[in-house]
């Protein structure tokens, strides 16, 4: 019930187009859910983070769509670009963040050019 | 811009032997994380402070992982003795009380 289930596994799009990542979680406890990037070597960086009083949450070409009754939410990058290719992350915490976070396994994006 | 810093940035230590991470969070965050990230994995909690109080350790190796933050600012993280299965990247985080949790650069540890 603790799991978070991130997919695709490896996402590749052309510069331009939009990738979409997908998460779904069963613990309705959950109320914080934050997007992390990775690049290699370095720490996940977070993204955009949304809470359940809210279905859609845009900061620049970054897009999180939330479906509460489905238990799932979403990554949209728009106009994606070559410097996007990393690993993203979503996560699921409780108490609005202030517990551990629950990471899925993550998405490899590569956006060619 | 505020980051978390973590030392060393790279770590090889030999089997049995011990080995010890460094944080310093965010200024003003009370919450502090160390997180172990195996490579192709999400992040997984070790251990969480508020303060300088472990609000949840339970996925802590306490048989050989401790933690401290003292002051309730810097914290520590060590091993002893490293196994060859703790080879990862050992990840600190801090929070505020808004939830956003913040990562540092990590500690890459390869135990040979």
């Known amino acids: 019930q603790q799991q978070v289930k991130q997919s695709p596994q490896s996402l590749i799009v052309q510069k331009g187009g939009i990738s979409i990542i997908n998460c779904a979680y069963e613990n309705t406890a959950f109320d914080y859910f934050p997007w992390y990037q990775q690049f290699p070597g370095k720490g996940p960086a977070l993204l955009i983070a949304i809470r359940p009083d809210v279905s859609e949450k845009k900061e620049g070409r970054f897009t999180i769509s939330f479906n509460k009754s489905a238990k799932q939410f979403s990554l949209h990058i728009m106009d994606s670009q070559p410097g996007d290719s990393a690993t993203y992350f979503c996560?699921?915490?409780?108490?609005?963040?202030?517990?551990?976070?629950?990471f899925g396994k993550g998405t490899k994006l590569t956006v060619n050019p | 811009e505020a980051e978390v810093a973590q030392s060393p940035r790279y770590k090889i230590t030999e089997k049995s032997q011990a080995v010890a991470f460094w944080c310093d969070p965010i200024s003003g965050h009370a919450t502090l994380y160390w997180y172990r990230q195996i490579l192709g994995q999400g992040p997984e909690l070790l251990v969480q402070?508020?303060?300088?109080?472990?609000?949840?350790d339970s996925q802590l190796p306490k048989d050989r992982f401790s933690a401290e933050r003292l002051k309730g600012v810097d914290s520590t993280l060590k091993i002893q003795p490293a196994e060859l299965g703790d080879s990862a990247m050992y990840l600190c985080?801090?929070?505020?009380?808004?939830?956003?949790?913040?990562f540092g650069q990590g500690t890459r540890l390869t135990v040979v």
């Open positions: 985080a801090s929070s505020s009380s808004t939830g956003d949790a913040f």
């Open positions: 996560a699921a915490s409780t108490q609005g963040g202030s517990e551990k976070l629950v």
């Open positions: 402070f508020q303060d300088e109080s472990v609000v949840d």
